[in-house]
């Protein structure tokens, strides 16, 4: 088989197509997050403890001089992250327990298979017996 019919076979199955649609599905939910994140809840937990904006929270480790950039750790933005992250995170919690809750759902409304009668039980052990000899 050659490596381009290899990657056709790929591509086309449907787990690399839902896998990319999943990437950036997810790709644009991030950034949804973030934006909610950075816009809608942190303004208000800023003004909460008296006005600060998150964003420019930094420890000043060598102040700028001249072209050098001033070095800092950057504390507000890390806050920031870590809340999209928790948020992220929770929604895909909730995404999994309502797949799995459907699938349990599932699993008790299918109805297990019908029992083999005795004639279909011989007529397989004769088909394997026959399957055997061959």
């Known amino acids: 088989m050659?490596?381009?019919?290899?990657?056709?076979?790929?591509?086309?199955k449907g787990n690399a197509v839902d896998m990319a649609v999943g990437i950036v599905i997810g790709a644009?939910?991030?950034k949804i997050?973030?934006?909610?994140?950075?816009?809608?809840?942190?303004?208000?937990i800023g003004l909460l403890i008296g006005g600060v904006d998150f964003s420019k929270l930094a420890f000043t480790l060598k102040e700028a001089s001249g072209d050098v950039a001033a070095v800092?750790?950057?504390?507000g933005k890390f806050i920031q992250t870590m809340l999209?992250?928790?948020?992220?995170?929770?929604?895909?919690?909730?995404?999994?327990?309502?797949?799995n809750s459907l699938k349990k759902k599932e699993a008790e409304v299918?109805?297990?298979p019908p029992?083999?009668?005795?004639?279909?039980i011989l007529l397989t052990e004769i088909r394997d017996v026959l399957k055997a000899k061959q």
Do not use: H
């Open 2 to 12: 050659s490596m381009m019919s290899e990657f056709k076979e790929f591509a086309i």
């Open 28 to 30: 644009a939910f991030g």
């Open 33 to 44: 997050v973030s934006s909610f994140v950075s816009d809608v809840i942190m303004p208000p």
């Open 72 to 75: 800092s750790i950057s504390y």
């Open 84 to 99: 999209d992250f928790v948020i992220i995170a929770f929604s895909i919690f909730m995404v999994v327990k309502a797949i």
């Open 110 to 112: 299918t109805p297990p």
């Open 115 to 120: 029992e083999l009668s005795k004639e279909e």
